[in-house]
């Protein structure tokens, strides 16, 4: 194991995320930053907080000066913040001592940090929008498809009664709706800059709030109306909202790992992993992935929810333990995402395996609680679920099917439809499609 | 330390929530329980799925019947739900053999468990609502008493520059605006009925989509047009919130044990805390409490976000996993919620402290910033930083005031302004503003 | 869901622990506090600190008089910590002006609190080594019994090789024995008495060290030798110790659940659950309690590891940390501790159902491995590799077994024992056994 | 923020460690992966497994080949595991035929992975006891130093009492020496080879358990007498015990950042970070390092002791958790045992603003306990109580210092001693002159 598997050679495959990991490396930390400096001095220059040719020359300058990340590790280890480092460094490649001193007038370190943490948010944001619409769009064609194909539902992993494979696609894409629908209420109270100067009130900034109106203006972020440098709610919101969504992804990762287990069968993934030693193993590799990105991602909020108990004006503990957890809580619900797609597109659902599961011992228990309800006709519910009790002991003991020893025990009731799954689908097809239908329409919304 | 501190003799007043904790006892469990049933009995006899006096007959009964929580720990300790037993001890006491059969129609237990949680949660958020509103309408009061007062903002626990308290304040405030907006968002997706039958197809319940649309009705809840037994990220989005909410308010007891430190006491608090040997100190109990409900519910928290990785159609170990960490959540977050009205109507700020803590060594640090801005208006930005550093170095060194060194070194320089804390406050006052109109208008919003 | 499961009436059974939460009832919390009030007064009356007679006095009344928890309540709520409001009652109860003064003398609240919690633990974890140890018996018997018996080994759920039950228990059994041996170690560090007063330096004590040890001689606990008010590692390693635990007895519940799962079946469970409307199912309803309160102790224990972080001499906020989590915590273990034993005591594995598992498709694939070393006698392992990979496709493309594809491509080849799950098993007899042996000497051991 | 910290070249100077870092990055990762088929394929020789000559070749080339991490990243996305394309590349590089089919005979990819981590987890273990020794002996020195240096007592943040400052780094040290402690006990349970074959149980390696044992010695590590693939209770016990030392040094990083609080301090550090708008300001950057660090690793721990609860023989989920978070585990508490030894030797506490702590209001407050002890000889202990209770107030009321009012109402007492803060240091300098004795005995044991 190397340190941090998204970054290694060899794991970054399968754990990393190429596209919303480049918006997390020291290059991108660095080019951030810079764009955050140049919007505020052009901000501050057309305000006339600086002079207007120094905000010019700064911003250009901004996007297109080469600073080496390596050189601020000096900086860095000393102060703990980049900023100061890079301002210095900024300041000196510029040469040009008329505008150098306006480089970062009356802002603070973590004005520019949050700010450009949330110029890669946003990045990031998108991207997983794209994926999420496209793991969505997948899964309601599956769904759509599968709407009647029957199959075991399992409970506490005991087979229960017939259901549809389109309505358990539904159990997995549902949720990732209503995780669309959480971001998008979360992006304007995330993707804020922040201006608030050493301890929140901007008071070593001249018309600070109008600054700040043009810099969000400037860099497509929302105006916050405010300081949140001490208010982290909002980063924890999505650090729980990351969560949220990988566990909904981790479900359906378990559910295919339960799914395609031998014996079992009923899922085949198109993609699985070999093993070292053994031909005839196909494992499901990305399914337990998504599980184990699930479980470290709900670890890993621990830490970010508990970093919003943040001290005072500034708390260097907290705002760390931020910096610790958080760009590798995106890139893997990142990753998951891009997992989650390939796997619901490429999923092959085996139903004649899924058949088979309804009745793995060829006793039709599943059918019991119908056959319940269908007797219930014929005398009260308890009794009738007491009889059905006796016949399944009766049929598990004398290995005899249950529906021969109902319809032999109780000729007078019609008991067809209690055996024959495609009749007791109940609402497994209607969900299938509605959720189908959702996922069309979330489709055709982001378009 | 008892099992469980809020429901404790001792510490229930310290760190449980009587009013709160009324809806989370066994006796609550079971008339929740009983009223889903009812309600869904009469919904189930009005469209003709059970003979309609059945329902009514039921419906009646499950408001008037005492059933002894203990007499289901049996069945409990067998099958973990309480479903079965209730529903047999139900019929029982029932004595009418012509409506018994019907309790319980075609439902499964999770769905009388959700639905019942569902009709809980609804009255511990309606609680919560309320001290959240009179939580924010305190704080927006102080907020405005206190918009001009000056106080040394902190980071790293460090003096950085002057703040104003009613800043401060709003620093603890608008986080709870933002929490009752995601509340507001949550609600439909959390006051849901569950109605889905043993494997979510609904499969033995006829008319099973209406009953679900009926039962909503009937219970003020809403209706999730679908199954979500096995989609629980709507419950791990509530965990989230009541874990976000947690530590917000922590945020705020953990600044108040930092400013009611000796030599500090810049707040006094109404109700504190003395010692079992010491006579003279008054320790921060609630805010301490408030920080230890934060941290205990981010830990919490992570069982909850794990238990969203549910397995198939219904998954014990998760779901269970809910039930050992769910309650204790809600009612700690509600504690926490009336410890912070309480804290906020009556903290006591002692704004001469204040003003002594802006300048504790009686150098007048604390304008060094304001005065490199002073200075770079005679110099470039960093030949004033530079001086500034070396003013205050000499100002440690020889033990003499900033400001004196600085007048005496800078005659040129109008050094009033950055050394008075009044006149530094920047966005302080208006921020402290802003934030207590925010709160006017959530509570007029409220009522 | 009640607040807390394990003191329901309704959910007591299932998730709590009446031995071990007895321990963790306020009258037990006030009866231990009293004990250690009552033995630091005897030794303070024996070593002259106090008369002689106030501490003998004290001493025996602290063994017989009766306090109500709840009148202790309105102290707690104001001070966090009961011992003043306990002393104050202890005193009035005493009616002895010429003792009282002299209860609690030159100690701290915390003080009382450690010890009697160091107290409480003792039995809870001399319950829980019972407990471990008939676990650990249980899973020997079991380990030797069925040492030879071939079951199919899994990763990743699939079909790997054949291993032996034995084996596989002995994957449950031989962390415990480890977990018993962490557990002796931790022991002296946990089970200490703390006398430490007000910050640590006893300066109110006369003696105090001479005092700390014969109060640790008098209850039966370790000296620390010093104050530990502040550093609570040795908590934290207790709590860290529950969860290590709760994990491996979770591991046993988890493979029990997919032991059992239907269209497996290769245990059944002495006791498992009915459901509310499937007559035919029966849950595995006590291994997923199992692995809800593994799931659970991990997310607590985040928690616990936190408070360790103990600011200065006396942490308000990381201490109550550690009370909402570690009673649970105790409990849940040792309820976990009830469970295995009665699954480890209970289970049936289905030795015919095993045998079937290690081919369900009747494709012998599972010897696939075995095959491939076989002809690594006739050709190069990678050759061979390859060549059993190819057959596995036919036998999986035509539906015939790989043996028979094996013996026909491959008449040179011996593949007899290949194919033969009982030749197949290895080490896992081998290691059965050695558990089984070291489960009894543990026993014996322990006796 | 970088994906990565550790690995950043901006951050990994404050947040990462470049001597443990290396063992954790891809090359080492395949250096250690082929360094054991090395050492297997010659124990297999020796034994005649398979041929001594292939046995001899491999495991020389195993030590002089190039493989490169990035050229296994196509075979990491198939199968999560790196050994099939590393056996595979490395089979290819060896260019002998006749050899090439011997390496990694009979084993499966996790013993390979295991066995590689136990190696380079010795490696780290004995750096850090290097690092752990050395802040010991520092914090000895330390305490040594200041055992009579009077200082604060300060619980919930108010003086309490006074106590020593060597008594404080005593709290700091004690915890260390524990962990020492410890740490010695687990790593026999750690430190072992894997030899487990696919399932556990060797089938497919003739003389498995001598090869195992043949291993262990080959390598240094021990031979764990059976398979462990499936027990992973030495890897969450690992964990937490980082975790559990993360805690204890993240305390002295809390106490540190405390205690440098502006209007405080009472310790200066040799090294802190500067702020890029404040000139005056020195942030305690480390510290606060040490605790966010803290606060990680118990969150990175909670995913680790959900890990152990690993399915049947191999669990793709759980093993990948392990992956994820134990190596930044590792380097992280690498890093706070080296910022914790930088900052025992750095650390330059004030005595004056110490002795200034014990009084900081002029009032003599902290001399209350003590107080109500000296005038307990001359009343009863809870009116002693009361009356002092009274002259605070009065104190506080009148801004009046308490020795005079004491002096005034009890001319009768002698309360020198009282208000003398050297003479109230209690137990504090044997705690630290014992701590500091320890430490000693620990470093000359460690020689």
Chains 1, 2, 3, 4 share one sequence.
């Not at 064609?141 to 599968?146: F, K, N, P, W």
């Not at 001249?206 to 400037?218: M, N, S, T, V, Y």
């Not at 039709?364 to 009889?387: C, D, K, T, V, Y």
Request: aromatic letters at 4%; a negative charge; hydrophobic letters at 50%.
């Amino acid at each position: 194991m190397p340190a941090a598997l998204p970054d290694s050679a060899i794991y970054g495959k399968l754990m990393g995320d190429a596209e919303i990991g480049r918006l997390f490396t020291d290059a991108a930390e660095v080019r951030a930053l810079l764009l955050v400096e140049g919007a505020l001095a052009r901000a501050q220059g057309a305000a006339g907080v600086i002079p207007e040719l120094s905000g010019t020359f700064i911003h250009r300058a901004a996007m297109e000066v080469q600073i080496d990340p390596a050189g601020l590790a000096e900086g860095v280890a000393e102060s703990a913040v980049i900023v100061p480092a890079l301002v210095a460094a900024f300041r000196k490649v510029l040469d040009a001592p008329e505008h150098a001193p306006y480089v970062h007038w009356g802002a603070t370190s973590q004005d520019i940090m949050d700010t450009a943490l949330a110029l890669r948010l946003r990045q990031a944001i998108a991207i997983m929008e794209a994926r999420l619409a496209r793991t969505i769009g997948a899964l309601g064609t599956l769904a759509e498809t599968h709407a009647e194909t029957p199959m075991a539902g399992r409970s506490y992993g005991q087979i229960a009664v017939p259901t549809g494979l389109g309505a358990m696609v539904a159990d997995w894409g549902r949720p990732l709706l209503r995780h669309a629908e959480r971001l998008e209420a979360l992006k304007p109270r995330l993707l804020r800059v922040q201006l608030a100067g050493a301890a929140g009130n901007l008071s070593a900034m001249d018309q600070g709030p109008a600054i700040r109106a043009a810099l969000a203006q400037a860099l497509g972020l929302h105006d916050p109306g405010g300081a949140w440098h001490a208010q982290r709610d909002s980063v924890a919101e999505f650090a729980a909202w990351l969560t949220g969504l990988s566990a909904s992804l981790a479900k359906m990762g378990h559910d295919m790992v339960l799914l395609t287990q031998t014996g079992i069968g009923e899922l085949r993934l198109a993609s699985s992993g070999g093993s070292s030693t053994m031909p005839q193993k196909q494992n499901p590799v990305l399914p337990s992935v998504l599980v184990a990105l699930g479980r470290h991602a709900a670890a890993l909020n621990a830490g970010m929810q508990g970093a919003a108990i943040h001290g005072q004006q500034r708390d260097g503990a907290a705002w760390f333990t931020e910096w610790l957890a958080l760009p590798q809580l995106v890139i893997g619900t990142g990753r998951a995402l891009a997992i989650a797609t390939e796997l619901a597109e490429g999923v092959v659902p085996d139903a004649a395996a899924m058949r088979a599961g309804l009745d793995p011992d060829g006793l039709g228990l599943i059918g019991a609680e119908a056959l319940s309800f269908a007797l219930a006709r014929h005398m009260p519910r308890p009794e009738a679920q007491a009889e059905v009790k006796a016949l399944c002991k009766r049929a598990l003991a004398e290995r005899r099917p249950l529906p021969d020893l109902a319809a032999e025990a109780h000729p007078e009731a019609d008991l067809a439809a209690a055996f024959d799954p495609a009749r007791q689908l109940g609402t497994a097809p209607d969900e299938a499609r509605a959720f189908a239908r959702a996922a069309r329409e979330a489709a055709s919304a982001a378009d």
